[in-house]
């Protein structure tokens, strides 16, 4: 089927589309709902940030969707990305689900690791009630709403009540020379009292034409439950890449996610925490690199709907080249969420003059009984730190990597998923050699490099100061 222009993202394609993945005529509406949503929303619905809309604006018309299905050699596809270790994955080339391992022993206890369409095949009702309940819901952001619309493909994730995984599942999304836009819905569930750390990864293959990555994600934590997420992505330069998050927390819930961006042309990311249950917790760290022409948009809000509840974001990046990144963030209090407590905040490192950062951080505190603060600061790399260390034999491009990776430390030594936070810094150091390092396991990491990141840091009291780089 030719490929379609961007006009066609239509009325037409949205029934066409649900009509190709055979789905039922209450999911169909629903994606209609959310068309009418794309139509009349603007791409910025925040008085305070559309005077960036323009600077960071995503456009739509170089992608295009076709019907037809990716057909994909496991092994030549996957071949070099893959150790042979991996264990409880799924795979996806482009918009195909290539390959699911799940172990014995988590398929007895009820785990699920599938595609979103399998789920909806397997446990309609279930998958229809968290359609009908989303957390990232199209009527709150223009690309929200297309994605709800118009996805393709999707994974769905579920620890059952009660089950506590001690290792982690994995996603790896593959990309090469996609024939059409990867638009993803995504669920990932741990029911109550269930302990879940789940890792996403995106990479391209190889140089490929123009494409387009979208997904949604919810992250789900019931009551008493504890998520570990993490998201890395490693696209090529001609990708652009398109987020929504949404984690909605319970009570004596707990949630962390934890992401990596170092891929993609352009890239926008929302996130929201939503705390609705007495005593939840959500904890987020964002991590960038940009270089050459890329332009990331961030925006990460943290909403306190309910007592005795914490929330924490940290975002900390490095910009070179002439690339440019926004980060915007919300702490919101609303009236019932007594004795909660928040931080927000956004560092930057810029290394060269023509790139530029900007950190747009507010608050909306409508109790008096909370602790909230929010900090953001962007600065050129420090001068007396590089001459320290030239003066003790390292080089100027030796001595500007150390300076990097310790101002990331602070962040990346708090991200609790060992894997993610080993593999980081590894990636990012790669990154500044010029290298494309995908995430590997502690083995291999070892064997590359020697030595692996230290031990997660307790966490610290942060909301008794207002941290602010130097």
């Known amino acids: 089927m030719s490929q379609a222009s961007v006009s066609s993202f239509n009325e037409d394609l949205v029934r066409s589309t649900s009509e190709s993945l055979g789905e039922p005529s209450w999911l169909r509406d629903a994606r209609l709902d959310s068309f009418g949503h794309f139509t009349r929303l603007p791409p910025e619905k925040n008085p305070l940030y559309t005077k960036y809309a323009g600077l960071f604006g995503l456009s739509l018309e170089k992608f295009g969707v076709t019907q037809a299905r990716s057909d994909i050699d496991f092994r030549s596809f996957f071949g070099g990305f893959l150790t042979g270790k991996e264990s409880n994955i799924l795979l996806q080339g482009n918009e195909t689900q290539v390959h699911r391992e799940l172990s014995e022993d988590l398929v007895s206890l009820g785990v699920n690791l599938m595609s979103f369409h399998d789920a909806l095949r397997e446990e309609e009702t279930k998958v229809r009630k968290l359609i009908e309940a989303r957390v990232v819901r199209s009527e709150s952001d223009k690309f929200a709403a297309f994605v709800n619309a118009f996805f393709n493909c ?60 979208a997904a949604t994600t919810e992250i789900l934590a019931r009551p ?75 925006e990460t809000n943290l909403v306190h709907n309910s007592p005795d509840s914490t929330g924490s974001t940290q975002a900390r990046g490095v910009l070179k080249g002439d690339s440019q990144t926004i980060f915007k963030g919300m702490i919101k209090i609303v009236n019932a969420a007594k004795n909660s407590r928040s931080y927000l905040a956004h560092h930057a490192m810029i290394l060269e003059r023509t790139a530029k950062s900007d950190g747009v951080p507010s608050l909306e505190i409508d109790n008096n009984e909370v602790k909230a603060t929010h900090s953001a600061s962007v600065a050129q790399i420090d001068e007396e730190q590089l001459f320290y260390l030239m003066a003790r034999g390292l080089s100027p491009d030796e001595a500007k990597k150390m300076v990097v990776l310790g101002f990331f430390e602070p962040v990346l030594s708090r991200v609790p998923i060992e894997q993610t936070r080993e593999g980081a810094r590894f990636m990012i150091e790669g990154k500044w050699h010029g290298e494309k390092r995908r995430l590997v396991d502690r083995e291999a990491l070892l064997a590359a490099t020697g030595e692996v990141t230290p031990e997660v840091k307790e966490s610290e009291d942060i909301f008794e100061r207002h941290y602010k780089y130097r």
């Open 224 to 298: 008493n439950s504890h998520v570990d997420f993490s998201s890395i992505q490693l696209l090529d330069d001609q990708t652009t890449h398109l987020s929504n998050k949404g984690v909605d927390v319970s009570a004596d819930a707990r949630a962390t996610m934890s992401s990596l961006s170092l891929g993609a042309s352009t890239s926008r990311s929302r996130t929201n925490f939503f705390l609705n249950g007495r005593g939840s917790f959500a904890e987020g760290f964002e991590i960038f690199f940009t270089d050459g022409k890329q332009r990331y948009d961030y």
């Open 154 to 213: 999707g994974t769905f994730v579920r620890v059952p009540r009660g089950v506590a995984l001690d290792k982690p599942l994995r996603r790896m999304l593959l990309l090469d020379s996609p024939r059409t836009s990867v638009i993803e819905q995504n669920f990932v569930i741990a029911e109550e009292g269930a302990r879940l750390v789940y890792l996403e990864e995106q990479y391209s293959k190889g140089a490929s034409s123009p494409a387009f990555v």
